[in-house]
């Protein structure tokens, strides 16, 4: 089954000036590796369970990159995939395949740490009938190993714990939801108010996390988000242990003072525009 979502994949062309700038908005990034063939390498800041990917083209295997890759860096770049973790990719494959989805084999996948730990799993993605912005993924190798590639995962200074709920533009909010639902094997939720992006939104509760797709309503960070790059993620929203813990680090390191809003629960959640994050939103919600 689905469980989770495993990792988000923002796309730059500066590898080394994305880290500085996650890096001064309070996570701990490290070297992630490179990609054997694929053309690319990354960093990553891991949290409790999951964890944030940059994603460059490497230098020394730039013509291995893919083509779709280098024009999304072209056109600026940013948030570009949802990664959503089974627990069993053939069952999932094969589940979905049944509910009519256009979804690949799952095909094996891996990368050497700068540490030299090798990484495995298994991912598969959506085909043309069903282009939407996730792919599944597997891992072989364990959580309690893949966690040992960084020191102290999840002692972020800006207290970020987890990856709460990635946000998706989309034209048609209903028709959107009806997509997903297929796709994810879950029921199409209610839709509700977003009050901080300003749209209409459903989510889908993939365990402790969540997938929203959102059509604008007003001016905001959905509005903008369409206008700049058309349907697609344009946001995360990560659980932390100290809101203000987190302003205070972005405050003391040369970032703008984020903005505030409140949210449809009634939490208080802060959010750095894409100017700041490599191309996307980054929302952080808790305590104070």
Same mark, same amino acid.
Request: with cysteine; glycine share 12%; aromatic share 6%.
């Given at each position: 089954?689905?469980?989770?979502?495993?990792?988000?994949? +923002?796309?730059?062309?500066?590898?080394?000036?994305?880290? &500085?700038?996650?890096?001064r908005l309070g996570f701990r990034v490290h070297p992630g590796g490179v990609h054997p063939g694929q053309g690319t390498q990354n960093a990553i800041a891991f949290h409790q369970d999951d964890y944030l990917e940059l994603l460059a083209v490497n230098p020394a295997e730039a013509e291995a990159a893919s083509p779709r890759l280098v024009d999304f860096i072209a056109a600026g770049g940013g948030f570009r995939y949802v990664s959503v973790q089974s627990d069993d990719l053939t069952a999932d494959v094969a589940a979905m395949r049944a509910r009519g989805v256009d979804v690949s084999d799952p095909i094996d996948?891996?990368?050497?740490?700068?540490?030299?730990?090798?990484?495995?799993?298994?991912?598969?993605?959506?085909?043309?009938?069903?282009?939407?912005?996730?792919?599944? +993924?597997?891992?072989?190798?364990?959580?309690?190993?893949?966690?040992?590639? &960084?020191? %102290?995962?999840?002692?972020?200074? %800006?207290? =970020?714990?987890?990856?709460?709920?990635?946000? +998706?533009?989309?034209?048609?909010? %209903? !028709?959107?939801? !009806?997509?997903?639902?297929?796709?994810?094997?879950?029921?199409?939720?209610?839709?509700?108010?977003?009050? =901080?992006?300003?749209?209409?939104?459903?989510?889908?509760?993939?365990?402790?996390?969540?997938?929203?797709?959102?059509?604008?309503?007003?001016?905001?960070?959905?509005?903008?988000?369409?206008?700049?790059?058309?349907?697609?993620?344009? !946001? =995360?929203?990560?659980?932390?242990?100290?809101?203000?813990?987190?302003?205070?680090?972005?405050?003391?390191?040369?970032?703008?003072?984020?903005?505030?809003?409140?949210? %449809?629960?009634?939490? !208080?959640?802060?959010? =750095?525009?894409?100017?700041?994050?490599?191309?996307?939103?980054?929302?952080?919600?808790?305590?104070?």
């Open positions: 089954m689905l469980t989770r979502i495993d990792h988000i994949m +923002i796309c730059v062309p500066d590898l080394q000036h994305a880290i &500085v700038t996650y890096t996948g891996g990368r050497r740490t700068p540490g030299g730990q090798e990484l495995r799993w298994r991912a598969a993605s959506l085909g043309p009938r069903h282009p939407l912005p996730i792919f599944f +993924i597997q891992h072989l190798t364990s959580l309690v190993e893949r966690r040992r590639q &960084v020191p %102290n995962p999840g002692d972020h200074p %800006n207290g =970020v714990l987890r990856t709460d709920r990635v946000y +998706i533009a989309v034209e048609d909010v %209903n !028709q959107a939801a !009806q997509t997903y639902s297929r796709v994810l094997g879950l029921p199409v939720p209610r839709l509700q108010h977003g009050n =901080v992006i300003k749209a209409e939104m459903a989510v889908f509760d993939i365990g402790a996390t969540g997938i929203a797709v959102a059509q604008p309503t007003e001016a905001g960070p959905t509005a903008e988000a369409f206008a700049r790059r058309g349907p697609g993620p344009f !946001q =995360v929203l990560y659980r932390t242990r100290s809101m203000e813990a987190g302003a205070r680090w972005i405050g003391h390191h040369g970032m703008p003072p984020p903005a505030r809003g409140t949210r %449809n629960t009634g939490e !208080q959640a802060i959010l =750095v525009g894409p100017e700041d994050a490599c191309g996307l939103y980054i929302g952080f919600v808790g305590p104070p």
